[in-house]
């Protein structure tokens, strides 16, 4: 039979029998150990427990490291977008490559020590010619979302009627159907949102995770299963919509709390990382985004964490800077089909695309109609502002406002091509010097994007007016 694609193939030289296999000098381990003595491998080599996740490095990573290095079961806590399922599913990296079963054996024995009793009856009758496959770390992993309605027969087992059908007695354990828990053996079982599973069924886990071992109904069978146990939670959850039975708690040896990126420079290099804007084809401009404008949506972000007018225990995810980011490139480019340019970067005018891709990202607690957009809009001034403060000092820019005095009017907007702002810049001059110092000597759209900001800028500390109708703005002296 071919083996998926997607899953990889063993090599060849690999011991193909139980008696090849202890000829090579393999020793069992428990996953426990075989996880410890990884995680110490990357400690020591001074390379990262996990990759692709920011932020992290001071605080979250090294409480995941002692609780892997004591062998300990974990429960991850934090709010919707904090990585928790990243980090559990990035676990995998840290046990062997390949691992040797009883071939054949749903629940991959060890075999050494072969737990089912089908594993038992296969290493019992042909010994050290018992067949040996192999294992890839990938499929030693194995997750549930809890759901009200998951079943003991979900995560332990149930008798498998159709097998009672072909003639066995229900006092035969080759009848059991094993569960998610027992199916993970030798490797990892995940619980996502733990609280949201029923209370009785919690208590199936409490064996698992104190005595390693499950208990099928009905028979007088153990299963000394070896399974690392990892489950997250939404904090709220313990009393919101759910909670963790305080025995099950207690046999969790590490409780590990995730944030959000505490800063505006690792909010950022995470969008960078994840988003995935528009991909140029046949027919689509350029997109380069300026630092700045990418800037801005990572302020939201963190604004909106701080925001009294946002529901802080729901969270803002970061999903949120991901998406506002992929908008954000979207506006551009659907401005830049519009206009006809072959080049668009975002401007200030495309943030307002962001409110539609912020709402249902987030709870605003408003009782007013329509109140929600002013918040959000107030935040998107904000972050533009604050970012304006940062690369714009106010006190630089004394010549760009003295230029408005003599009655000048400024128009901007997505419906102004790029060229429009380079003539603007020709009959400004004073704003030749902040422009500069945001784009230097880039392309046109880049060089739009920061006279938008500059203006956008300028009139949010007061110092020009403006007056919007939707994406299209007017500025003018405030005098």
Known sequence: MLASPSVPVPPPDLPQTLGALRASGWVSVPVHEEIRRNTAGRIAAGRPLVERVLGFEDTVLPQMENALLAGHDIIMLGERGQAKTRLVRSLTSLLDEWMPAVAGSELRDDPEHPVSRAGRDLVAEHGDDAPIEWVHRSQRFAEKLATPDTS?????????????????????????????????????????????????????????????????RGFTIRLPLDVVLVATANPEDYTNRGRIITPLKDRFGAQIRTHYPRDTATELAIVRQEARPPARGPGTPRVEVPEFMAEVVAELSQLARASTHLNQRSGVSVRLSISNYETMVANAVRRALRVGESEAAPRVSDLAALVASTQGKVEIEA?????????????VAAAVLAVFRRRCPTEELGAVVSAFDDARVVHAGDDLPSSAYATLLDEVPALRAPVRALAGEEDPAVVASAVELVLEGLHLSKRLNKEAAGSKATYRSRG
Do not use: C, M, W
């Open 367 to 379: 009782l007013e109609e329509g109140r929600e957009e002013r918040i959000l809009q107030g935040l």
């Open 152 to 216: 003991i027969a979900d995560l332990i087992g149930e008798v498998d009627p159709i097998k009672v059908a072909e003639g066995r007695y229900l006092s035969d354990e080759l009848t059991i159907h094993y569960g998610l828990v027992p199916r993970a053996n030798r490797g990892i079982f995940a619980v996502n949102e733990l609280p949201d599973l029923a209370e009785r069924i919690q208590v199936g886990l409490l064996n698992v995770l104190e005595e390693r071992d499950v208990q099928i």
